[in-house]
């Protein structure tokens, strides 16, 4: 598995799931389970 080099305040787009095409910044990292929790941007 490679690495993501994402981090804190980056802008990313969600391309899977529910929220599928919303982009949004990462306000927090969860590094032991791989979960990054977005603040969405409209």
């Known amino acids: 598995m490679s690495k993501l080099k ?3 305040g ?3 787009r969600v391309i ?3 929220s599928r ?4 910044k990462i306000i927090s990292i ?3 389970n791989l979960v990054y ?4 941007l409209i």
Not at 21 to 24: F, I, L, M
Not at 37 to 40: A, F, H, N
């Open 6 to 8: 994402l981090k804190k």
């Open 10 to 12: 980056d802008t990313v």
């Open 16 to 18: 899977s799931g529910e």
């Open 21 to 24: 095409g919303q982009e949004g």
């Open 30 to 32: 969860d590094t032991k």
């Open 37 to 40: 929790w977005l603040k969405v």
